[in-house]
């Protein structure tokens, strides 16, 4: 039942991609894209094909962003800087292109690998958002610590908070089920602790979740090399990549003003850009936004879909992003999303 809702979900977000990319193509609904976009992104790697892929759609190939970069540079969009967006939302005659900037959640070592020299070809700008707690291997992955937990296991025992049970994992289909049982888990409950007993877990069946950190993220040294470039910009992303809305304004706000130091020490100066770790509804409010204006971040960006109008600058501290989502690897898919046609659809 669960695969079956998630590929009627797909089948339909396809279908809405599809539409929207024959209407902008028209020259229909230009008004719906907005000033521009922002775009998250994740892993940028080569592609191995696994029955089990929970955490597909944060993974693009480097053939795909150099697609979606050339495509968009085709519809016209001119490559910005993240940081120089509210400077854009302020300008009182603003260029008729709609601009694009392009982000890039967590830190992963493949961004400086095959990312950087792809953004480097098409002269983008892009931001790489730091979370120091993995940056300096203190913290883990629990999505990568379960995706590589359950590919290996055919069965495994956990206590969700009932004692402990026997979960199988014979098959994907298995898999997948036992991971959004996992991820409920962690957002219904004190994530620190829950975090802490998948690792625990992870450990017993001989995966150590900290080599997996540092197998996938940059070090400091990495982070400094890779801010080198031009191009590249490091945000602050938190120490523990927790959800902000699930923690008391004190907490939050250490943990924003925690990540901004850090960054400041690996590249001598203070970043004016953050990230709201998963950055949807349940996860970022409000609230926080307001607490990140207050620490002085110039910009802040969740992972809600949206294009940026001229109406974001009242919300510069909670900002829309458009994924390029792994699931949906066709740069048509792109421009549709990036027309804004598909958000414009669903709010009528």
Request: net charge neutral.
């Amino acid at each position: 039942m669960a695969n079956a809702r998630a590929l009627a979900k797909r089948i339909a977000i396809t279908g809405g991609l599809e539409a929207a990319n024959l209407l902008r193509a028209t020259g229909a609904m230009r008004k719906a894209r907005g000033r521009g976009a922002i775009f998250t992104l994740h892993h940028v790697r080569p592609y191995e094909e696994n029955a089990f892929e929970p955490n597909a759609h944060l993974e693009i190939t480097p053939q795909f962003l150099d697609a979606v970069l050339t495509r968009l540079k085709r519809d016209g969009y001119r490559f910005v800087p993240l940081a120089d967006v509210p400077a854009l939302l302020s300008e009182d005659a603003p260029k008729a292109a709609p601009f694009a900037a392009f982000t890039l959640d967590d830190g992963y070592r493949n961004n400086l690998v095959y990312a950087l020299p792809i953004f480097e070809r098409h002269e983008a700008p892009f931001t790489v958002f730091v979370a120091k707690g993995l940056a300096e291997r203190t913290h883990t992955i629990w999505w990568e610590t379960l995706t590589r937990l359950l590919r290996k296991e055919e069965r495994l025992s956990f206590d969700f908070g009932r004692g402990h049970e026997t979960i199988d994992l014979e098959s994907p289909l298995a898999k997948s089920i036992a991971f959004a049982r996992f991820a409920a888990y962690i957002h219904g409950a004190d994530e620190t602790a829950a975090v802490e007993a998948i690792d625990a877990t992870a450990r017993m069946y001989e995966l150590d979740p900290a080599d997996i950190v540092d197998d996938l993220v940059m070090s400091p040294s990495e982070f400094n090399l890779l801010e080198a470039s031009p191009l590249a910009s490091l945000g602050a992303h938190t120490v523990s990549h927790r959800a902000m809305a699930r923690l008391s304004d004190r907490d939050a706000g250490d943990e924003m003003l925690i990540s901004a130091d850090y960054v400041e020490a690996i590249i001598g100066k203070r970043p004016q850009t953050f990230a709201y770790p998963y950055g949807t509804r349940e996860a970022v409010t409000r609230r926080q936004a307001e607490i990140a204006r207050d620490l002085g971040f110039s910009l802040a960006v969740t992972t809600q879909p949206g294009v940026v109008t001229q109406r974001s600058l009242d919300a510069i501290t909670y900002l829309p992003r458009l994924s390029v989502n792994g699931l949906y690897q066709k740069p048509r898919y792109v421009s549709g999303l990036a027309s804004g046609i598909p958000l414009m659809l669903m709010r009528n």
